[in-house]
């Protein structure tokens, strides 16, 4: 007769004295603290947050021996409620593994450990004249580990790839316990299959990362930001690829916002507008970096007004210091103001090719219309590499049926134009249905015989990613 599942309180006398370096919480603690983005992340009662790699391997081990599930955390940022636990699982948090390991500012890599914030790492290379290849807009509570399991993207990802690209080498501890070690420093490896992308976007079912070896660029501290108004994605794109073209400057970011986005968080936001011309009109927003302030500012101001007529700008506006160039990034990055009068409103994040863009989105407005004429929907993302930000502007959550009609306008087209139903949130939990409906067969197939040879008995984050 199989023993009864272990409760919260015997899980947390069982492992509280496993090992030197792992600290241990309870219940009562972890309800006094906030859960992150889902309010279900802490449901487990029991978070177990190892100091060192073998730490977390001791703990993993009980874990295996004793038929515990685990749930791998980090900053508790993620929104698709790959964080979610209950009772009877133990959650694995990579917050004392907080350490920088060591710059190589001379080869341009960092060894972290997981659960440094993306913010505390760029300000620690600030000195060295290097940041991350990758920025996002949660640098402030999203970790290196968690940026990993989740392959994010962001706002360079159109230049220098997504967290995939800038992995150079990992540490993981497996579902057995076992410490799989790959802290290689070089880009160049061709030894046989790279098995670190097991890790890389696995959303914790293949085991928990504790260190990784990033690939860095230099500072470019001089930068121009301005707004510029389009009538559509395809405008927005003339605009990028001349930014792009031009040397001595950089591009080094490049986000769109649809008019009814830009429009209701302007006025929400106390930001004026007046300079956009039409009610129609989205905003660009670009920055630009060269070798001074000067120079930036003079290369934006000189290809906008090449690009005036030929493209059919909707009006621009330059940020005329620092402290103005934030407030434009604050209009995109704070992407959850709807949230306040539409709580739970139901978000998608998809990726089609650039091009496809202006067609996607007018096909989403009709197949939406075609459900519920009430229907609209707020639209902005990182328009150079075709990564789509769309929420409905409805309370959630849906009905399953409603939801279901929903995911099917939001997700029709997009494999077939070669694009990802997911471009840089992940499945976790709420994606489970999209998975199954978009990912062809053969690719879920080989992924579950994957997890069944690493994770035999399904202990890393189940329920999430459907392997």
């Known amino acids: ?9 015997d899980i947390l006398e069982k492992i509280a004295d496993l090992h030197p370096d792992l600290t241990v919480l309870g219940p009562e603690v972890l309800r006094s603290r906030h859960p992150g983005e889902h309010p279900d992340n802490f449901a487990g009662g029991v978070m177990a947050q190892p100091a060192s790699t073998e730490a977390a391997a001791t703990l993993v081990r009980w874990c295996r021996e004793n038929d515990v599930a685990i749930v791998p955390q980090g900053g508790l940022t993620g929104l698709v409620g790959g964080n979610i636990s209950h009772a009877g699982e133990v959650i694995l948090s990579s917050s004392r593994l907080n350490r920088i390991v060591a710059v190589h500012a001379d080869e341009m890599t960092v060894e972290v450990e997981a659960g440094v914030a993306l913010e505390a790492l760029q300000q620690a290379l600030l000195p060295h004249g290097l940041t991350t290849g990758i920025d996002l807009g949660s640098r402030g509570t999203a970790t290196v580990g968690g940026m990993v399991s989740t392959n994010a993207g962001g706002i360079l ?3 220098n790839g997504v967290m995939r690209h800038q992995v150079l080498g990992l540490e993981a501890v497996l579902p057995s316990g076992e410490i799989y070690s790959d802290l290689t420093r070089v880009v160049k490896v061709s030894a046989g299959p790279d098995l670190k992308h097991l890790f890389i976007g ?11 070896v990033l690939k860095l660029e230099p500072i470019r501290p001089h930068r121009a930001t301005a707004f510029v108004g389009v009538g559509d994605a395809a405008s927005a794109l003339a605009v990028i690829r001349k930014f792009r073209s031009r040397s001595g400057i950089l591009l080094e970011g490049a986000e769109l916002m649809w008019p009814r986005y830009i429009r209701d968080h302007a006025a929400l936001k106390g930001f004026d507008l007046s300079w956009l011309d039409g009610d129609d009109a989205g905003a660009l927003l670009v920055s630009v970096s060269a070798g001074t302030e000067e120079a930036a500012s003079a290369a934006l101001e000189e290809e906008l007004e090449a690009l005036w007529e030929p493209v059919g700008i909707r009006g621009a506006i330059l940020a005329q210091s620092l402290d103005q160039a934030r407030k434009f990034w604050d209009i995109r990055e704070d992407s959850g103001f709807y949230y306040a009068e539409i709580p739970n409103a139901p978000s998608f994040d998809i990726s089609v090719p650039p091009s496809y863009l202006d067609t996607y989105v ?49 997700y029709s087209g997009v494999q077939a134009a070669g694009g990802s139903f997911s471009a840089e949130h992940g499945v976790g939990l709420e994606k489970r249905h999209a998975y199954e409906a978009n990912v062809p067969k053969t690719k879920r197939d080989l992924a579950r015989l994957v997890k069944q040879a690493v994770d035999p008995k399904g202990l890393f984050n189940p329920g999430k990613v459907p392997f």
């Open 202 to 212: 696995g959303e914790g079912a293949f085991g928990f990362v504790t260190k990784i």
């Open 362 to 410: 007018a096909g989403v407005a009709e197949r939406l219309k075609a459900i519920d004429e009430s229907y609209d929907f707020y639209v902005y993302g990182h328009i150079a590499d075709g990564n789509l930000h769309l929420t409905l502007k409805k309370p959630g959550p849906l009905p399953e049926r409603e939801l279901l009609a929903v995911e099917g306008a939001i």
């Open 157 to 159: 990802a159109f230049r």
């Open 1 to 9: 007769m199989p023993l009864p599942p272990l409760t919260p309180e």
